[in-house]
């Protein structure tokens, strides 16, 4: 049966990102895809302030806004060691998640979550946004479509900058979460490089075994990697490395490349834009890219998200970013810790008896 009515969507949440969600849900009100109904934040002067804002009732607490039967979809953009316990609350209470990366600070829980969405019937969405931007989706549809031959080789590069105070240290919320193992669940590559190796994983299929060794180079306050290098190996013969870090200077000369290279050509993405692809049709090539801030979010790629995640609730269907395939590049992650630990490469599937 169809949904004719807006889908009453509560955002949970209110740092950077979740102000984000709430005003691109208000946003998508005007094409009658969803109503925003509540607003969460344990802070109640944060909570307020957005509430006010938006003119939606605000809460304090997850128990309350789940409690509201207008609330059919939470959009879960707490800090990271929330994100399973918040989302799989929400699934016993009947409502439908969207969850921000990472799906949890541990494997574990991410597939507790998703084993607990299929058990109740509920959907759970993850917020890898990069994957609806267009020049990235061309580039997908032309791995898929073997216009580049088999591809045999891809290769990511992340070199972005953190700053010590202003964002780790930035305030006591900041504090209590960021850069710290048992909240975070890791740096960089859990962090700012998670949508990497998803994209990674999203053009390079199966993953089968990882390497990767981990560094913290220039943040002394935090307990996790700010530095990271990886290899890759996929079931059908590829080989990927990843290079990543939030230590790089100037932080004006910010960006993320990705190489893509088959038996009969090869594609060059920096940040969201081909900057050069060869394939059998012919080639290609486009502007330069650096960046001076990787932070703030316009919204446009979650506003996509957004809509394709309600749509799905509406109409009873399927959404393809589901806790399953958020869950992808977190064990690949998980196995590049273990591996950096152990010295050791890493079979994928994880063994969760020995892998948190």
Not at 34 to 59: C, I, M, N
Not at 270 to 284: P, Q, V
Request: net charge neutral.
């Amino acid at each position: 049966m169809v949904k004719t009515r807006p889908v009453g969507v509560a955002v949970v949440g209110l740092g950077n990102i979740g102000k984000v969600h709430a005003r691109l849900i208000r946003e998508l009100e005007r094409d009658g895809v969803s109503k925003l109904v509540a607003v969460v934040d344990q802070v109640p002067q944060v909570a307020e302030d957005v509430g006010r804002k938006l003119s939606v009732p605000y809460h304090f607490t997850l128990d309350s806004v789940l409690k509201d039967h207008d609330v059919e979809v939470l959009v879960i953009a707490t800090p990271t060691y929330m994100h399973s316990p918040q989302a799989i609350m929400a699934l016993e209470y009947g409502k439908d998640v969207i969850v921000e990366k990472p799906l949890s600070t541990t494997l574990a829980g991410a597939k507790e979550l998703s084993s607990r969405a299929r058990k109740l019937g509920r959907k759970v969405g993850v917020v890898y946004q990069e994957r609806y931007a267009p020049e990235l989706r061309e580039l997908k549809s032309a791995v898929d479509g073997g216009k580049m031959g088999r591809i045999f080789l891809l290769e990511a590069q992340l070199s972005w900058y953190r700053d010590e105070i202003a964002y780790y240290k930035k305030d006591e919320l900041a504090r209590s979460w960021r850069g710290l193992w048992n909240t975070e669940g890791g740096g960089v590559l859990t962090n700012q490089g998670i949508h990497t190796v998803d994209l990674i994983c999203w053009l390079g299929g199966k993953v089968e075994e990882v390497f990767g060794f981990t560094s913290n180079a220039d943040h002394p306050s935090i307990t996790v990697e700010d530095t990271a290098v990886g290899v890759i190996k996929f079931s059908g013969g590829a080989l990927a490395s990843l290079s990543l870090t939030v230590s790089a200077r100037p932080s004006d000369r910010q960006f993320r490349r990705l190489r893509v290279v088959g038996t009969e050509g090869q594609a060059e993405v920096t940040d969201y834009t081909i900057t050069s692809m060869f394939t059998r049709e012919g080639r290609r090539s486009g502007p330069s890219v650096t960046n001076s801030d990787t932070v703030t979010q316009s919204g446009g790629l979650h506003m996509l998200l957004l809509r394709d995640f309600l749509k799905a609730y509406a109409d009873g269907g399927e959404f393809p970013i589901n806790a399953e395939e958020g869950t992808r590049a977190l064990e690949v992650i998980k196995g590049l810790y273990v591996s950096s630990w152990t010295g050791r490469s890493q079979r994928i599937p994880l063994d969760l008896n020995y892998v948190a």
